[in-house]
């Protein structure tokens, strides 16, 4: 390129740069309503020396049958955080059928369902949380609970 050219180019540049409208801030993601419906979820958590078996256990302590659909084969999640950083998801490295499914919970009907962590040796004595889901589209439930791995 000529060099007389270069000059007047990239003063148009900088122009183009400067004048550009500020980038939108991007609000924080809203946070998810807390869940109102019939069903009552435990988590419960039991570290070992060289893994985590999360168990989360859905009842339904009406006196009616609820409806549980979901928009794919997974039913329920398990995520591990320490503070805000996500260590490991279940279904991560899952696929699942992408099919609607429903089920049903019968009146006083509990379901349990369960996973197994692998935890690298370095977390060891660190403070994390489990959070279960249920992934149902009608009760998206979450259930967490703080632990510490031995």
Known sequence: MRSYLRLPLLALLAAAVACRPPAPEV???PEEPAYRGPLVTSIQVEPAADSVRFVMQVTNPTNAAVRLSYTS???????????AR???RWSADRSFVQSLVS??????????????????PALRGRRLTAEGRLTATEHPVRQSTPFALP
């Open 27 to 29: 609000a924080p993601a």
């Open 73 to 83: 084969g997974m039913t329920h999640d398990f995520i591990v955080r320490e503070g």
């Open 86 to 88: 996500e260590l490991w």
């Open 103 to 120: 089920i049903s919970l019968g009146a006083g009907e509990t379901r349990g369902y369960t996973a197994v962590w692998r935890p690298d």
